[in-house]
């Protein structure tokens, strides 16, 4: 091969290369450094449209987790509640049972009233103050509520409803002065009252198997959402991240390239020096 001196192709050609071994060499780096074999779409278009809906996924699986979460939390207040009152109701029927001895004289009887009527009135507060977020939830102006669980937009098969227009007050219950009266002088009130005290408690049962429904269904939802979300971004983490091990070893490869090719680009440079002394010789 000839020496030139206008053109020094071996130094052209060492500069490509070395500049492409330098781009490469950044990107490596800049692969490493972030942990994402794709920072950028020239790296990998088709890889980073599936990460990028990946993402949106996720991102929609986990809101949907804390959507489902707080409607556990919804129910847990309601079946809170329907817990006090079913409590009031079983000493509601203690009371009546009571009363409904005709052993009792009429004072004491009046002494079981004044608990009886004082009980009513606490499931009516307890009706009228439960509540979550402002919602109510015993006092029959709710609504079925709809927890969206799912990430796609069919109402049917994305949500979990939750039935809010029960009314759990005394007289919803069926429990009113003129149907649990256990003040009567020989017990028959008191035993028509255990009678509409066992219907109300039924009702109550109800109403809780419902809310009981309602939360395993969205605990399951969590559980089926943490899982989704968590294959989703395995499938992400494989298509996006880097290869740790893998890019290390091709920074170091290109780390000697660049090297060698420095080395190269001096000893081209070297060659129109070699041209001059010849001339000059």
């Known amino acids: 091969m000839g020496i030139r001196i206008n053109t020094n192709i071996g130094s052209l050609n060492a500069q490509r290369h070395l500049y492409n071994t330098t781009n490469e060499f950044q990107k490596s780096m800049e692969r490493l450094s972030s942990g994402l074999r794709i920072n950028r779409s020239g790296d990998d278009a088709a890889g980073l449209a599936i990460s990028e809906s990946l993402k949106s996924d996720i991102r929609a699986l986990q809101q949907a987790s804390r959507n489902a979460s707080d409607g556990v939390s919804l129910v847990q207040v309601a079946e809170g509640s329907l817990d006090e009152v079913n409590s009031i109701l079983l000493r509601l029927r203690e009371l009546a049972q009571q009363s409904a001895t005709e052993t009792l004289g009429e004072q004491e009887r009046v002494y079981l009233d004044q608990e009886f009527q004082a009980l009513l009135d606490e499931i009516d507060r307890i009706s009228l103050t439960a509540e979550f977020n402002g919602m109510q939830l015993l006092d029959g ?82 559980r089926n959402l943490g899982m989704s979300a968590e294959n989703m971004s395995a499938a992400n983490s494989r298509i996006r991240d880097v290869d740790v091990a893998l890019e290390t070893a091709n920074m170091t490869s290109l780390q000697i390239l660049q090297q060698a090719g420095v080395s190269i680009l001096v000893q081209a440079n070297q060659s129109s020096a070699l041209a001059l002394s010849l001339l000059q010789g």
Do not use: C, K, W, Y
């Open 141 to 222: 102006t709710g609504s079925t509520l709809n927890v969206q669980v799912g990430i796609g937009d069919d109402i049917a098969t994305s949500a979990v409803p939750i039935d809010l227009t029960q009314t759990m007050s005394a007289v919803e219950l069926g429990l009113t002065n003129t149907t649990v009266n256990i003040l009567g002088t020989n017990g028959d009130e008191a035993r028509i009252a255990i009678g509409h005290i066992i219907d109300a408690t039924e009702v109550v049962s109800t109403v809780r198997a419902g809310f009981g429904t309602a939360q395993n269904r969205l605990e399951t939802s969590i």
